[in-house]
């Protein structure tokens, strides 16, 4: 069965450093992969998305970039936190779009100090 | 933008009580589907329905889509204190290789015992 794994959990970082958070995808292969952001108290915003290797779309500008250097693995990134990065981080897969749903990892915590 | 709107925001019930929560959108879709998230972590999908469908079910849940008034509606019933978490619609308009969802802001759902 696929399954999905993200972290790490929590994080707490200074403003100025960097940040790596890392998503990867077990039991299925070619999967899209994605990164949302989720404010307190609200929806999903939609960060990034990858059809495949190489081939990031980013859906808002940001401080954030995303990689993602093999199948299953997906990365999202920053070189200088901003105060404004916190939030609850996502990272899901899916298969054929407008037939299956989104499989989502545990998500991260982070906060920006 | 948050295609999706929830309603209620909140809504507490006790247990074995029916709960109903309402969700709208703007545009045209593929399929809309409804997930649960536990405080602070990922999301769970519940229930997917194409645009061509009008109802379906899954154990407890009910959903019903009109595409004309861009409204669906997910029904739980003889609900459980289990059931308290928030529960998000996502709309996929995708037409493109991904499926890019767009979450509304949820409902927060408190079961009593």
């Known amino acids: 069965s696929q399954t999905i794994h993200q972290w790490p959990a929590t994080l707490v970082q200074p403003v100025g450093s960097p940040l790596s958070l890392e998503c990867t995808v077990e039991?299925?292969?070619?999967?899209?992969l994605y990164w949302y952001r989720q404010a307190a108290g609200r929806g999903l915003q939609l960060l990034f998305y990858s059809v495949g290797i190489g081939q990031i779309s980013s859906e808002v500008p940001q401080n954030l970039s995303a990689s993602r250097p093999q199948d299953r693995q997906f990365i999202l990134s920053s070189k200088k936190l901003l105060l404004s990065d916190s939030g609850f981080y996502l990272c899901?897969?899916?298969?054929?779009?407008?037939?299956?749903?989104?499989?989502f990892g545990q998500g991260t915590r982070l906060t920006v100090v | 933008s948050q295609q999706g709107e929830e309603d209620p925001q909140a809504l507490s019930i006790q247990e074995g009580e029916n709960a109903t929560m309402n969700c709208s959108y703007k545009t045209s879709i593929n399929n809309l589907q409804w997930y649960r998230q536990n405080s602070g972590r990922g999301l769970v999908h519940l229930i997917l329905?194409?645009?061509?469908?009008r109802e379906k079910h899954s154990g407890r849940l009910r959903v019903t889509l009109d595409t004309s008034k861009k409204s669906s509606s997910l029904l739980i019933t003889a609900s459980r204190a289990a059931d308290t978490a928030s529960y998000f619609c996502a709309t996929d308009s995708s037409t493109g290789t991904a499926s890019k969802l767009t979450f509304g802001t949820g409902t927060r759902l408190q079961v009593t015992l």
């Open positions: 039991g299925t292969s070619n999967p899209n």
């Open positions: 899901d897969w899916s298969g054929v779009p407008m037939w299956t749903e989104a499989f």
């Open positions: 329905i194409r645009s061509n469908e």
